[in-house]
């Protein structure tokens, strides 16, 4: 267990790490949150100015904390629970035992968040991902067949060759070394001209296009394509993908968005918890001891039903049970879908293409259903083999994913039965918690028929299906082919100097408008974004020793198609 300013070398030695440095923005918000210049200020005139946070999940907390830092007054509206999908839950037979039901594992490379993950004094440790360095051991099952191992080299050598074709087909069709290299050393302009060249070429074509295309993949067969899905790389399977952009892929694998993942200890939830808490030793305006927490005398304000301009110009914000505020800036951090499904939000605040935009976001559905265990009986061995009697497992049966969380030898020990997305995801939607957990259950058994796995669970399932919650509506977003152009319009936003007055005081940020959504990283670099946004609007700046997004988005900005 460490904390994440003590990571373990990464194995590339001496070479710099590989950073979330997106290749749309390569704009290295780490260092622009570590500069002792800070982000930016407003003028005293505006201190103690109120400034409308629409969700309390990461982004919106991250902004909210921001912009109290320069002296602003943030009022965050929260629908439900302050965390948003980074949310844990308990066990109620064992209330320390938690499980994440939305974001549960964070790549080393999510700088941006780390930074607010080490400022509130988080924990973490390596995620058991398939494979990986602390997970005993894995099996992959497929057609029937299984596949125990405890390293990589232990799998049939068919499970390599998938790896190199992977591996040639990103390195053939999308320079992934020469792009990973650039990102390690923050080399903006090979990474945009590398990017620049392939959004055009490939903006049309889906992760499964991409690979079916691929000389590598073509020579490997079918049979290759079809274990690649089940198998993956990284976090385990990636064919409920399949349809979506081939770009969105790459952004994950070249910045390691998919590997070296931690947990946080005690729960994901505690991020968000710590930013509402958290009390920064410097601040503009308020006393020391103020915290977003104290600052909303320990609740946020409720869930907000409609926006829209009042007469003298400020923005209007209406709770679902009546209280009315205005404000001279708000930003948004809920799924942009809810900006008209659920909020009644006026048409004239955004332009008829931000609208497209918004609206076409396409969602990921996604399942979790986890059970508490006695113990962690998974690392006993089978006498037989001397083999662990149970592993992380990846099957192409319904559970698709089996994660095996260990809190130690004498503490209750945790199994996500199954952890899928889209079809898969909608395959248990109609389903309540113990039917999902039954069914799961049997697909473990064809797997580990000697293994009494019900024999060991206590207390209640606990499963989420986030399609099925109407503050989400789907877990994140992916976007898909064609899609570039509304990603752009949504990202930028925030730096338009020459939107008419009537569409100006409204920010979006959050997982949705982020460019590599589905990561916490994404969420917060759009918190900053409209925290730039906001302090343009009140009359701010940054210092020039520490330029902001908005400063830097004209020169390396993702380009445009239209
Ligand atoms: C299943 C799943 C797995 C994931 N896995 C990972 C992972 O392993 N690693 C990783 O880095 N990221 C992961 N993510 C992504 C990560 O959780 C998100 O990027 C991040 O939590 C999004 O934060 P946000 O603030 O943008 O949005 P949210 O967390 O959705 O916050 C928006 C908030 O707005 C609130 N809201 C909605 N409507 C209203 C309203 N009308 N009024 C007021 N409030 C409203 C919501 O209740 C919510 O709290 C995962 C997400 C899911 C769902």
Redesign the pocket.
């Known amino acids: 267990m460490t904390a994440v300013t003590e990571f373990p070398s990464d194995g590339a030695a001496k070479q710099p790490p590989i950073t979330m440095l997106n290749p749309d923005f390569p704009f290295s918000y780490d260092h622009f949150l570590a500069h002792p210049a800070g982000l930016g200020s407003v003028p005293e005139e505006m201190y103690g100015t109120e400034v409308a946070v629409?969700?309390?999940?990461?982004?919106?907390l991250v902004a909210a904390l921001e912009l109290m830092k320069m002296g602003l007054k943030p009022v965050v509206?929260?629908?439900?629970?302050v965390?948003?999908?980074?949310r844990s839950e308990s066990f109620a037979a064992a209330k320390d035992v938690t499980v994440d039901?939305?974001?549960?594992?964070?790549?080393e490379s999510?700088k941006a968040?780390y930074h607010y993950i080490d400022m509130v004094g988080l924990e973490t440790e390596a995620f058991p991902n398939p494979l990986s360095e602390v997970t005993p051991s894995t099996v992959v099952e497929l057609g029937g067949v299984k596949h125990y191992a405890e390293t990589p080299a232990d799998l049939p050598e068919f499970f390599t060759h998938v790896a190199d074709a992977w591996r040639a087909a990103v390195e053939d069709d999308a320079q992934f070394l020469e792009m990973q290299t650039a990102i390690r050393e923050r080399d903006v302009p090979t990474i945009k001209r590398i990017w620049n060249e392939l959004v055009p070429r490939m903006d049309e074509q889906t992760f499964y296009g991409f690979i079916a295309a691929s000389d590598a993949f073509k020579k490997a067969g079918f049979a290759a394509r079809e274990a690649f899905g089940q198998v993956g790389f990284g976090t385990g399977g990636w064919d409920t993908d399949f349809p979506n952009s081939i770009l969105e892929i790459l952004r994950v694998v070249y910045t390691d968005a998919d590997d070296r993942h931690r947990r946080i200890l005690g729960g994901a939830q505690r991020l968000p918890e710590g930013l509402w808490a958290y009390e920064p030793a410097e601040m503009k305006h308020w006393p020391v001891g103020t915290s977003l927490r104290s600052l909303h005398n320990g609740a946020p304000a409720g869930?907000?039903?409609r926006i829209r301009r009042a007469e003298n110009g400020d923005l209007e914000i209406s709770e679902r049970w009546g209280r009315k505020a205005t404000y001279k800036a708000a930003i948004t951090?809920?799924?942009s879908w809810?900006l008209s499904t659920?909020?009644d939000t006026e048409e004239a605040l955004f332009s008829p293409e931000m609208w497209m935009a918004l609206e076409r976001s396409h969602y990921m559905q996604?399942s979790?259903t986890f059970v508490m265990v006695d113990r962690p009986f998974w690392k006993d061995k089978d006498p037989k083999t001397g083999q662990d009697v149970m592993s992380m497992t990846l099957t192409d049966r319904l559970n698709r994913a089996t994660y095996l969380l260990d809190d130690g030898p004498d503490k209750p020990g945790v199994i996500l039965l199954s952890y899928t997305w889209n079809d898969d995801a909608m395959k248990w939607l109609s389903l309540d918690a113990t039917q999902r957990m039954e069914l799961m259950l049997h697909s473990l058994a064809q797997i580990y028929p000697g293994v009494d796995i019900a024999s060991h669970v206590v207390g209640q399932p606990i499963t989420v299906s986030?399609e099925s919650d109407p503050?989400?509506m789907g877990?994140?977003k992916a976007n898909l082919p064609g899609h570039y152009r509304y990603q752009q319009r949504l990202f930028t936003h925030f730096a338009k100097d020459d939107l008419p007055e009537h569409q100006r005081g409204i920010f979006l940020?959050?997982?949705d408008i982020s460019w590599t959504?589905?990561?916490?990283?994404?969420?917060v670099q759009t918190g900053l974004n409209a925290v730039w946004g906001v302090m343009k609007h009140l009359g701010g700046e940054c210092s020039p020793e520490n330029p902001g997004p908005g400063e830097l988005l004209g020169e390396y900005g993702p380009i445009s198609l239209d």
């Open positions: 629409v969700g309390g999940g990461v982004s919106g509206y929260e629908a439900d629970r965390g948003g999908r980074l039901l939305g974001g549960m594992r964070f790549p999510s968040l869930e907000v039903r951090s809920c799924q809810l659920r909020i996604s979790k986030w503050n989400f877990a994140f940020a959050g997982d959504a589905g990561w916490a990283e994404g969420a």
